[in-house]
Every structure is written in C-alpha cells, then in structure tokens.
C-alpha cells in the first residue's frame, strides 16, 4: 500500500514562491503517474498539474502555467510542485496522488491519495 505524503506549505504573500513535496512510503513512484490537484473552501477538488511516469510529459490548468512546475525524482520517490508568483486564488488546500495505467493528463481517477497541504497566499 503506497502512502503519500505532502510538505511545503504555509503562507506566503503575493508574489512569492513556495514548494510543495510529495514522498511515497511503501511502494515506489517510479512507474507512477503523478499528479497535483488543490481544493479551496466551498469549491470542488481541481487538478492543477500531472507528471507522467517518465518525467517526459507535463499537464498544467490554464491558470497555473507558467507559473507552477511540476517535477520528480524516482530516486527519492518524490514528486515536486514549484509555484512561483502566487495569487490569493491559489489559496487552498493542496493534495498529490499516484495512479498506474496509462497516462491521462487530466483524469482524476488515481489510486493513491495524499492527505493534503495548506497553502495560503495573501494579497
């Protein structure tokens, strides 16, 4: 049974940057589809960003690209989101997941789930 678990959060004014980490125990990632996805109060969970299981194919919404970057190291077991000059909106609580199978960029059916991070952007 693969558990994950996210670190990184906290607050953070506009504009700045934080990264969040994803660390796998029992199991390895590395033939994983990775994916990123936040939830704010009152909104349905999103998806924000996914990572195939070879690190060569990267998926972003919109409203994050440019801005968020998502990596990760099969050595470590670890999966990475770098966000760079956030907004207020990006305000939520962020989870990541681990799915097997093909790769669907933006699916929300995955395995594995994260019990989440807060993240927390002021204006």
């Known amino acids: 049974q693969v558990q994950l678990v996210e670190s990184g959060g906290g607050l953070v004014q506009a504009g700045g940057s934080l990264r969040l980490s994803c660390v796998a125990s029992?199991?390895?990632?590395?033939?994983?589809?990775m994916g990123w996805f936040r939830q704010a109060p009152g909104k349905e969970r999103e998806i924000v960003a996914s990572?195939?299981?070879?690190?060569?194919?990267?998926y972003y919404r919109p409203s994050v690209k440019g801005r968020f970057t998502i990596s990760r190291d099969n050595a470590k077991n670890t999966v990475y989101l770098q966000m760079n000059s956030l907004k207020p909106d990006d305000t939520a609580v962020y989870y990541c997941?681990?799915?097997?199978?093909?790769?669907?960029?933006?699916?929300?059916?995955?395995?594995?789930w994260g019990q989440g991070t807060q993240v927390t952007v002021s204006s």
């Open positions: 997941a681990a799915r097997s199978g093909y790769w669907v960029a933006t699916t929300y059916d995955y395995d594995y």
């Open positions: 990572i195939m299981w070879t690190g060569t194919t990267t």
């Open positions: 029992g199991g390895t990632l590395s033939r994983e589809h």
